[in-house]
T-cell receptor
Framework: DAKTTQPNSMESNEEEPVHLPCNHS???????IHWYRQLPSQGPEYVIH???SNVNNRMASLAIAEDRKSSTLILHRATLRDAAVYCC???????????FGQGTILTVHP | EAGVAQSPRYKIIEKRQSVAFWCNPI?????LYWYQQILGQGPKLLIQ????????DSQLPKDRFSAERLKGVDSTLKIQPAKLEDSAVYLC?????????????FGDGTRLSIL
């Protein structure tokens, strides 16, 4: 998997959009970009993934830079339940294997 | 659909004892993963199964850890004998297929404390 760089922490206010950045400058052409989040005392939860095009689902949007060296996870309206550690992973080519980093701790203020 | 089920939720043992964890993946998911998550770190893959065969166990400490998925559904992970550094959350995940674009679905894990 390619090395990823994320801010250690970010803060947001409830009902505001949140943009979580991730740098993956050594990503290969076949690596997918995956986002997972982990709430306290729970296992990681799949959020979204993409290869080249921007992706949307019911949870979030994923904006991928044209050169694929960075991406941004967008939560359109943060809620208190979105407070979690968000982990960006660039890889999975090897039999779907994912290498988790420490991610970004997102704090949402009421 | 029902999620990935793991048991027990918590386990406390003394060092040098043995312990086993059980995982029931989402129905129809061919690929099963065991991860170890030490406090303050991201999950680390220990072993990956495709049906009942091992795909990757390069990170599994084979002198003390073992895992099996005999009928290609449920799986067990065993530690024997346990060491203090094995204190962690053990997570099981499953996915539909062995490809890089399939999301992994995680259980809530077993928290293991070694005294």
């Amino acid at each position: 998997d390619a090395k990823t760089t994320q801010p250690n922490s970010m803060e947001s206010n409830e009902e505001e959009p949140v943009h979580l950045p991730c740098n993956h400058s050594t990503i290969s052409g076949t690596d997918y970009i995956h986002w997972y989040r982990q709430l306290p005392s729970q296992g990681p939860e799949y959020v979204i993934h993409g290869l080249t095009s921007n992706v949307n689902n019911r949870m979030a949007s994923l904006a991928i830079a044209e050169d694929r060296k960075s991406s941004t996870l967008i939560l359109h309206r943060a809620t208190l339940r979105d407070a979690a550690v968000y982990c960006c992973i660039a890889g999975g080519t090897s039999y779907g294997k994912l290498t988790f980093g420490q991610g970004t701790i997102l704090t949402v203020h009421p | 659909e029902a999620g990935v089920a793991q048991s027990p939720r918590y386990k406390i043992i003394e060092k040098r004892q043995s312990v086993a964890f059980w995982c029931n993946p989402i129905s129809g998911h061919a690929t099963l993963y065991w991860y170890q998550q030490i406090l303050g770190q991201g999950p680390k893959l220990l072993i990956q199964f495709q049906n009942n065969g091992v795909v990757d166990d390069s990170q599994l400490p084979k002198d003390r850890f073992s895992a099996e998925r005999l009928k290609g559904v449920d799986s067990t992970l065993k530690i024997q004998p346990a060491k203090l550094e094995d204190s962690a959350v053990y997570l099981c995940a499953s996915s539909l297929a062995l490809t890089s674009n399939q999301p992994q679905h995680f259980g809530d894990g077993t928290r293991l404390s070694i005294l």
